[in-house]
């Protein structure tokens, strides 16, 4: 008998003769709690997003249909890429097709806690993170927030200012909420101010509640968006030459700007060893996109940033990024010049945009944001190699907006000069897509949650522009 096969297996190869498995049920402490202790505390435990602790036997015993479901219906944990990546990224947080048999096994035959000593819950120390080994040199805040105790509070917009006053490169940043519980996700930008606009104070959102750091743009209206569209108009600070042509270029469409991520039980973005990331002189404020929710009680919360810079001199490559759009098909015909998306009818369930950036240079493609709103249901980034072959690098099969992850490549991958980068994009404006608000209305596009947006973002270095300190790129100052 080898070692590694466990007594679950036989339950499950014997679920027919039921009463046979009586005793080979999983228990907690033996067989569910090393699950559960690896793929959900990160927010199943006190002070984090999910709703309940699975950090005990008891607290996980009266959930344990609850944990069948969704983990059968894959639900749990949240993941949205495709089975079987070709590319794999880092950090995934899937379970095996073992690992739910096992929960699911468990519920079946009653949930017992077993006899097996229990293991010892996973310790997670707060506010640290080892990863760097030494304190960030800067530590950027928004306010302090007011969330109230029910009701809707959408994605908000705060704007500071950075301490920067000359290109600041880094090598990691990390955002850590002052208040889990109530952080859903969060995304930072360096972004320069548009112009003739002023932060001050204002209302949150529309009816929402007066706080610091509001955007009044030049027409006197107010940036309380997805932050999308005062990122339409700052432009890239270190734009590499091939960037400044073609038709896109005019809408400012490249976002280097990217700082910062928070999601539930991740928050720290790293690049690897021999790369920096650059804030751009000009990029003097950061722009937080904020998605917050209500628990019940009222609370209070600060999203911190802290920032590890690097000396660029020890760098061999700049992160840079891009959306991958020079070109646009919108439901099969390109969309010429400035033209603009036409908007997703009522009731429409297969919108499609593919948008297209080819690389005159080989690049390294690091990780990806993919970005869209209540309406997008999958985005999928394709290779088109200059021989003709193609391959998907990443495939985000299941999107939703509410879990916005970013994804790194657990290997980056080299592209050939030539290569096109293709994003895939659907958009499900019906009832099939089960979080449309607003099915019978047409959706316009633009940044507020409610509209929809087109946001294949991708890192990447470009291969043969090393040393990023001794080159002025055009675009930058
Ligand atoms: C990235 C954070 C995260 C991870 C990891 C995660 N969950 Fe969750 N879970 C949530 C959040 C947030 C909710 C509540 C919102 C929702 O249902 O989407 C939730 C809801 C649930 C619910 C439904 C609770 C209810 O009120 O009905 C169950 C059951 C559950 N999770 C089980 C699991 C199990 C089992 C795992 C690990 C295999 C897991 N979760 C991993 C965040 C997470």
Same mark, same amino acid.
Do not use: H, K, W
């Given at each position: 008998m080898k070692s590694f096969v466990t007594p679950f297996v036989s339950a499950v190869l014997v679920l027919g003769a039921y009463s046979l498995a009586e005793a080979q049920v999983p228990t907690f402490n033996k067989d569910v709690a090393p699950i559960l202790y690896s793929k959900c505390a990160n927010c199943h435990r006190p002070g984090e997003i999910a709703p309940m602790s699975l950090l005990s036997y008891r607290a996980a015993r009266p959930w344990a249909r609850a944990i069948k479901a969704k983990v059968v219906a894959r639900e749990m944990p949240p993941w949205f890429l495709d089975d079987n990546p070709q590319h794999p990224v880092a950090d995934a947080n899937v379970l095996t097709q073992a690992q739910i048999n096992i929960l699911a096994a468990w519920a079946d035959g009653g949930a017992p806690e077993g006899t097996e000593p229990a293991p010892q819950p996973p310790q997670f120390v707060d506010n640290v993170n080892a990863a760097?080994?030494?304190?960030?040199?800067? /530590?950027?805040? /928004?306010? /302090?927030?007011?969330?109230?105790?029910?009701?809707?509070?959408?994605?908000?917009?705060v704007w500071t200012k950075t301490p920067f006053t000359e290109n600041t490169f880094f090598e990691a940043t990390e955002m850590r909420p002052t208040n889990r519980s109530v952080t859903h996700h969060a995304g930072t930008f360096a972004l320069a101010m548009p112009p003739g606009s002023s932060i001050g104070r204002g209302p949150a959102f529309k009816g929402g509640p007066e706080i610091d750091g509001i955007l009044t743009k030049s027409d006197g209206t107010i940036d309380d968006g997805a932050g999308a569209e005062a990122a339409e108009f700052a432009t890239s600070q270190i734009s590499p030459a091939y960037f400044d042509e073609g038709p896109r270029r005019a809408r400012g469409n490249t976002h280097n700007g990217i700082i910062g991520h928070y999601a539930p039980a991740g928050g720290f973005l790293k690049y690897p060893a021999d790369m920096v990331k650059?804030?751009?002189?000009?990029?003097?404020?950061?722009n937080w996109l904020l998605h917050y929710t209500v628990t019940g009680k009222p609370e209070k919360v600060r999203m911190d940033m802290f920032l590890w810079t690097s000396d660029p001199k020890k760098a061999k490559y700049e992160a840079v990024g891009s959306l991958m759009d020079d070109v646009e098909i919108v439901n099969g015909r390109e969309l010429i010049g400035r033209e603009r998306r036409p908007s997703i009818k009522p009731f429409e369930d297969k919108y499609t945009v593919v948008s297209m950036t080819a690389f005159d240079s080989p690049v390294t493609i690091l990780n990806f944001w993919p970005h869209m709103h209540l309406r997008g249901r999958q985005m999928k980034f394709v290779a088109a190699y200059p021989d003709g072959h193609e391959e998907t690098l990443l495939d985000v099969a299941r999107y939703q907006f509410d879990w916005q992850l970013f994804y790194f490549l657990e290997k980056p991958v080299k592209l050939p000069a030539g290569t096109i980068v293709r994003a895939e994009t659907l958009y499900d404006n019906s009832l099939k897509n089960k979080v449309n608000p607003a099915p019978q209305i047409e959706v316009p596009w633009g940044a507020m949650s409610w509209d929809e947006m087109h946001f294949p973002f991708v890192e990447f270095v470009l291969d043969n522009d090393v040393q990023p300190w001794t080159k002025r790129r055009s675009g930058t100052n």
């Open positions: 760097i080994g030494r304190a960030p040199e800067y /530590t950027l805040s /928004t306010p /302090t927030i007011d969330i109230p105790a029910s009701g809707q509070f959408p994605n908000i917009n650059r804030i751009g002189a000009a990029n003097q404020y950061v």
